[in-house]
């Protein structure tokens, strides 16, 4: 199965900052079938991205992801209060579905 | 809106059977997309159990094939998780989601909160 290792685990940051968050898959990732979620505490996770770029319905453009290959990219332009969470990458180019250990974006 | 909502036993003594169940509002699940149950261990990552097709069908993780069933209740609108023969290893934040398939993985565009469920006698 695909493993996914993402960096840094907590990325400490100011609101207005922009966040830089980093996904490595062990193998290509197929048609670059990867996904981002957010997950606050006591909240449903919501997901951000699918396709490695397109945003999902709702979802602030400032929220943007890149990537193809083995390595991808989730990056919010400026932080916003409510931004502050774990993030995860997901791939869906192989079964199983495998996610990455997550981001927690702190506030500084 | 879709909305999911996991229900179950906080605690399950080891040996015995997990069994949750989610119930889904704002959408059929008959209607079409995936089915889905999501678990994160205290301290690990999150893990993919296995989905269940609108049609009956149903595509599980190989590493809990043996003790995983998940089922339909279309009259509810809910679908349920059975995992059988429980250890401290199962000990988990279960989720439930909706499901999207390409090549035969997943991504889940809706997800409820999650329950967690505690294995211990």
């Known amino acids: 199965e695909i493993v996914l290792t993402q960096s840094p685990g907590t990325l400490s940051l100011s609101p207005g900052e922009r966040a830089t968050l980093s996904c490595r898959a062990s193998q290509r990732v197929s048609s670059s079938y990867l996904a981002w979620y957010q997950r606050k505490p006591g909240q449903a996770p919501r997901l951000l991205i699918y396709?490695?770029?397109s945003r999902a319905t709702g979802i602030p453009d400032r929220f943007s992801g890149s990537g193809s290959g083995t390595d991808f990219t989730l990056t919010i332009s400026r932080l916003e209060p409510e931004d502050f969470a774990v993030y995860y990458c997901q791939q869906y180019g192989s079964s199983p579905a495998t996610f990455g250990q997550g981001t927690k974006v702190e506030i500084k | 809106q879709v909305q999911l909502q996991e229900s179950g036993p906080g605690l399950v003594k080891p040996s015995e059977t997990l069994s949750l169940t989610c119930a889904v509002s704002g959408y059929s699940i008959t209607s079409g997309y995936y089915w889905v149950w999501i678990r994160q261990p205290p301290g690990k990552g999150l893990e993919w159990i296995g989905s269940?097709?609108?049609?009956?069908?149903?595509y599980y993780n190989s590493s809990l094939k043996s003790r995983v069933t998940i089922s339909a209740y279309t009259s509810k609108n809910q679908f349920s998780l059975k995992v059988s023969s429980v250890t401290a290893a199962d000990t988990a934040m279960y989720y439930c989601?909706?499901?999207?398939?390409?090549?035969?993985?997943?991504?889940?565009?809706?997800w409820g909160q999650g329950t967690l469920v505690t294995v211990s006698s």
């Open positions: 396709g490695a770029s």
């Open positions: 989601a909706r499901g999207q398939s390409h090549a035969g993985s997943f991504f889940f565009d809706y």
């Open positions: 269940l097709y609108y049609s009956g069908s149903t």
